[in-house]
């Protein structure tokens, strides 16, 4: 008799763990059909400082999460693509001690001040377009632009600053390539 009900519950908790294993499976098979797709495979292999090596690694490192504005559904608005915070938008509030940021998440406010994201599109006027590859990788490396301004948090200069140079070109020459948009940010 105790060898049956062994055998018993022993097929009852099979049942139960394929059960398990099966709506396991189930759930990875619906949220697959919800992942971002890859872009497709470029023909050739992009060189170690070309834009297209430069548009992945600005898309890796999440430059539109913060110079970009947001549409409503929280995705980027690709017509001001790179442009930082945009006059108008609400600012964060304020709050002692903690660290706030608008809807956009191009404004950011903390115990350093308030970070207003900047527009790092090739506009000559209002943008990076007038600065010189040598420019960007000391920017990057050392937290200071040409004009002598601090990168602000949450700016992740502290990490893109240690990419090799190569990469550093390569995000410098996606974003010569952009689209310029006037955009005046100011401090």
């Given at each position: 008799?105790?060898?049956?009900?062994?055998?018993?519950?022993?097929?009852?908790?099979?049942?139960?763990?394929?059960?398990?294993?099966?709506?396991?499976?189930?759930?990875?098979?619906?949220?697959?059909?919800h992942l971002i797709r890859p872009l497709p495979a470029a023909a050739t292999p992009a060189s170690a400082a070309s834009a297209a090596w430069g548009s992945q690694l600005v898309l890796l490192g999440g430059?539109?999460?913060?110079?970009?504005?947001?549409?409503?559904?929280?995705?980027?608005?690709?017509?001001?693509?790179?442009?930082?915070?945009?006059?108008?938008?609400?600012?964060?509030?304020?709050?002692?001690?903690?660290?706030?940021?608008?809807?956009?998440?191009?404004?950011?406010?903390?115990?350093?001040?308030?970070?207003?994201?900047?527009?790092?599109?090739?506009?000559?006027?209002?943008?990076?377009?007038?600065?010189?590859?040598?420019?960007?990788?000391?920017?990057?490396?050392?937290?200071?632009?040409?004009?002598?301004?601090?990168?602000?948090?949450?700016?992740?200069?502290?990490?893109?600053?240690?990419?090799?140079?190569?990469?550093?070109?390569?995000?410098?020459?996606?974003?010569?390539?952009?689209?310029?948009?006037?955009?005046?940010?100011?401090?």
């Amino acid at each position: 008799m105790a060898r049956h009900l062994l055998t018993g519950l022993a097929m009852i908790v099979l049942i139960l763990f394929g059960g398990l294993v099966g709506y396991h499976m189930a759930r990875q098979k619906s949220a697959s059909a919800h992942l971002i797709r890859p872009l497709p495979a470029a023909a050739t292999p992009a060189s170690a400082a070309s834009a297209a090596w430069g548009s992945q690694l600005v898309l890796l490192g999440g430059c539109n999460d913060c110079h970009t504005t947001k549409l409503a559904n929280g995705q980027p608005n690709m017509a001001d693509m790179l442009a930082g915070y945009q006059p108008g938008s609400p600012m964060p509030p304020a709050i002692p001690g903690v660290v706030t940021g608008n809807p956009q998440l191009t404004a950011w406010r903390g115990p350093w001040g308030l970070t207003l994201s900047r527009n790092i599109t090739p506009d000559k006027q209002t943008g990076i377009g007038t600065w010189t590859l040598a420019q960007f990788i000391h920017t990057m490396r050392t937290g200071v632009d040409p004009r002598g301004r601090a990168l602000l948090p949450p700016m992740n200069y502290q990490n893109l600053g240690r990419l090799p140079d190569a990469d550093l070109a390569a995000i410098y020459n996606y974003l010569m390539s952009v689209k310029p948009i006037h955009n005046l940010v100011h401090d």
